[in-house]
């Protein structure tokens, strides 16, 4: 997109004073038009994430937001974009900035102050902010300033900032991924980042923290600092595939609209790439590092080992006729905050492989619903379409079942008074015995993974619940573990 704009700018014959200009405004523009000459990258189209980012950093700058995280996977340009080329943006701006850069290690802030150093001795930088330069373009790289008083600091967790002060506090990376197990070396990072990193702002009331990492688990800093519901974060996440729809603001490029399964960019970061990654990361590093939601496992009881895949053409290919299964848990508003209605689409075979074959969820009112129901059950032959019996349901239950009285058997699912985590565990002897199929690459059914490994503290668990209930209902057994697995 920016080089479309780029392209555009010179249709219109801009001189290079206006063509300037426009990138002053824009640290994606700027982002995308000094990288491609700095690091010698040909055809580069800068993807619509980091002007995503870039709209977060302008809302920094001008002082919309002054706490700020950012969460991408892995190889994302995410440091480029809102370090190495937004520091010399900023004191493009404004000369006199001071900033801080915090990283895990003395390596990793002598190499990501090299990179800085290198946009601001760069010909093009200099013709774009000509009042901005360094002091000595011979001091070393972890301690840039310009005449005005503006400085930029790199150091790691444990180097030295007593004495230091910024307008600006950036951490990039304040912990290995490999550390991701030690509770040691993210307790420590959150107890310095509290007592030591958030007393370097000269100004507190208008200092800026930026936050730059990917998740590398449930307890990382990131989720340390957001956990209480009134943090005063800005949290971007940008996971290399979406679980949910979502709408990015990207500024002067208007809005982006994902939905779930969508990649973040599946150029560099393709299915099968991802598929990859997790085999070769495990699951816990992957959800973490590649999808932003680290999972909480100790307290899941599914032997995810348990289960098994077959793939699209495998199903295809079984010589018995299936009995279709749709399960839903219902919730009847629209609202942003509310919970999801979801389904899940099962095949039961006659030798007792119960296959789950889809999945959706969706936030509407009641009235939507029902027609959803329908064209969903309608839509796979489903011979038995469950929907738990809630209180808010029973109308939505009666018209469903009036409406497929001649296609299918509408039931109404009591839960018992059990527990969400009751109703998983009364089927786990189902996914122990090897009952239970996954159809391979069916994007939609990444949804119901996330969910039950993040279960029971994830954000949703909707689908958790249409999983149990349609396990419940498709099957007869006495209902109890054979064992669980903690």
């Known amino acids: 997109m920016a080089s479309v704009l780029m392209r555009a700018a010179m249709t219109r014959k801009l001189n290079q004073a206006e063509l300037?200009?426009?990138?002053?405004?824009?640290p994606s523009l700027f982002f995308a038009h000094l990288f491609p000459k700095i690091d010698n990258t040909e055809g580069f189209e800068c993807p619509w994430h980091l002007h995503a980012i870039s709209q977060h950093l302008l809302e920094m700058y001008h002082g919309q937001c002054r706490r700020l995280i950012i969460n991408a996977p892995p190889r994302s340009l995410?440091?480029?974009?809102?370090?190495?080329?937004?520091i010399p943006w900023l004191l493009g701006k404004n000369p006199k900035t001071k900033i801080i850069v915090v990283t895990y290690g003395d390596d990793l802030s002598t190499t990501l102050a090299r990179a800085t150093k290198k946009v601001f001795l760069h010909p093009a930088y200099k013709r774009i902010f000509p009042h901005t330069v360094l002091e000595n373009d011979r001091m070393q790289a972890t301690n840039l300033r310009t005449p005005q008083g503006g400085q930029v600091i790199f150091t790691s967790i444990r180097g030295a900032l007593t004495g230091l002060g910024a307008d600006w506090i950036i951490l990039d990376d304040p912990l290995?991924?490999?550390?991701?197990r030690s509770e040691v070396r993210q307790d420590d990072l959150v107890q310095v980042f509290r007592q030591s990193v958030t007393t370097r702002l000269d100004n507190p009331q208008t200092g800026k923290m930026l936050l730059i990492q990917q998740r590398i688990s449930p307890n990382d800093l990131c989720g340390d600092i957001t956990r209480d519901p009134a943090h005063p974060w800005t949290v971007l996440s940008l996971p290399a595939r979406f679980d949910e729809p979502a709408?990015?603001?990207?500024?002067?490029?208007?809005?982006?609209?994902?939905?779930?399964?969508?990649l973040l960019t599946p150029n560099r970061m393709s299915e099968q790439f991802l598929s990859e990654k997790q085999s070769e990361m495990g699951d816990a590093a992957f959800c973490a590092q590649y999808l932003q939601?680290?999972?909480?496992?100790?307290?899941?009881?599914?032997?995810?080992?348990?289960?098994?895949?077959i793939s699209k053409d495998e199903f295809s290919q079984?010589?018995?006729?299936?009995?279709?299964?749709?399960?839903?848990?219902t919730a009847l508003s629209d609202k942003p905050t509310a919970d999801y209605s979801a389904v899940t689409t099962w095949a039961r075979f006659e030798d007792g492989r119960l296959v789950l074959i889809d999945a959706h969820r969706c936030r509407v009112t009641s009235e939507k619903l029902q027609s959803i129901i329908i064209r969903n059950a309608i839509a796979h032959s489903a011979q038995y379409v469950c929907i738990e019996a809630a209180n808010h349901a029973v109308d939505l239950i009666r018209m469903?079942?009036?409406?497929?009285?001649?296609?299918?058997i509408v039931n109404s699912v009591p839960t018992g008074g059990l527990s969400k985590m009751q109703r998983l565990e009364a089927q786990l002897h189902k996914i122990n015995s090897g009952k239970v199929y996954f159809v391979r690459d069916e994007p939609n059914l990444n949804m119901v993974t996330q969910e039950l490994r993040h279960f029971p503290h994830g954000r949703n668990d909707d689908l958790?619940?249409?999983?149990?209930?349609?396990?419940?209902?498709?099957?007869?057994g006495n209902g109890m573990p054979l064992w669980r697995i903690s």
């Open 318 to 329: 079984i010589d018995l006729v299936p009995t279709i299964f749709q399960s839903w848990d």
């Open 78 to 86: 995410k440091t480029s974009m809102a370090n190495s080329y937004f």
């Open 293 to 309: 939601h680290p999972l909480v496992e100790d307290d899941c009881p599914i032997d995810f080992g348990k289960i098994k895949y």
């Open 247 to 262: 709408q990015f603001n990207l500024g002067i490029f208007g809005h982006k609209e994902v939905t779930a399964g969508e």
């Open 20 to 26: 300037h200009s426009l990138l002053r405004q824009s």
């Open 464 to 476: 958790v619940d249409s999983f149990s209930q349609a396990l419940s209902q498709m099957g007869i």
């Open 400 to 408: 469903v079942r009036e409406d497929l009285s001649n296609r299918c």
């Open 176 to 180: 290995q991924a490999a550390h991701m």
